[in-house]
């Protein structure tokens, strides 16, 4: 395997599958078994979710709440998908811990570095909920936080797109796909890949970053074993 351990980062409007709102069971079952059969390798894993399936802070502002109230009803999101992650591995025979960066007892454990590590060396799944327990940063910043906290090898964000292109491939056709980029090429062209207090967390914590297709059969496999998968972006 080419990481032993990794930051795994999923959106939350992943988790919708093909609903418009909440938690797709389908989209859960699917995710939990590419999961599972990496966990099975002996790699580690801790999974960072976001929860704009739930609540998104942003959209909160402009429906009017305040941000920082805004921004909590966020992060208690990232904890009911993860809350939904940890039943469904457990249901497939995965031992997985939910910690948070709020303490929310007894429904998780308070985040620590140490305590996450521990559950990591004992073949746990981890998932770190609750952002970073701070207001107005995203789940990026938190995944950038959480792999530099637990020394992953690398953060491996899964996303709707195969990687990062020139272009969004949504919207242009003829966007190309680039395999591998280094952090200051990503910045330099403005590439869309995080936003940038995550990125620099990245950069100067020399934290690798790839961007692959959470929902391709096999992505999250085949990254880990170094295949050809996603884009890779490094110092």
């Known amino acids: 395997m080419k990481y032993n351990r990794i930051l795994l980062k999923l959106s939350g409007e992943a988790l919708m599958g093909e609903q418009n709102h909440g938690i797709d069971p389908v989209r859960l079952s699917l995710y939990c078994k590419e999961i599972k059969q990496v966990a099975e390798r002996k790699v580690q894993i801790a999974i960072v979710v976001g929860g704009g399936n739930i609540f998104r802070g942003l959209q909160g502002v402009a429906d009017g709440y305040d941000r920082i109230q805004g921004d909590y009803m966020g992060m208690l999101a990232t904890v009911i998908n993860s809350l939904a992650l940890q039943a469904e591995l457990e249901k497939q025979g995965v031992p997985a811990k939910l910690l948070s960066g709020l303490g929310i007892e ?3 454990e308070k985040m620590s570095a140490q305590k996450a590590i521990g559950y990591l060396n004992s073949g ?8 970073t327990g701070n207001p ?14 637990i020394k992953a ?4 964000k899964g996303t709707r797109v195969d990687g990062v ?17 280094t952090f200051n090429e990503a910045y330099d062209k403005q590439l869309k890949v995080m936003d940038m207090t995550a990125f620099t967390l990245c950069r ?3 934290l690798p970053v790839v961007v692959f297709n959470m929902n391709k059969q096999g992505s ?5 074993s170094g295949e050809n998968e996603g884009t890779l972006i490094h110092n």
Not at 139 to 149: F, P, V
Not at 153 to 156: C, F, G, R, S, V
Not at 165 to 177: L, Q, S, V, W, Y
Not at 220 to 224: A, D, G, S, Y
């Open 153 to 156: 090898d690398a953060l491996l």
């Open 220 to 224: 999250l496999f085949r990254v880990i």
């Open 124 to 131: 746990h799944v981890v998932l770190i909920s609750g952002g």
């Open 204 to 206: 100067e914590n020399n």
């Open 165 to 181: 292109f020139t272009a969004d491939p949504e919207k242009d056709p003829e966007a190309k796909k680039y395999n591998d980029l």
């Open 136 to 149: 107005v940063f995203t789940t990026d910043s938190a995944s950038a936080l959480r792999g530099i906290e």
């Open 106 to 108: 007894p429904v998780t």
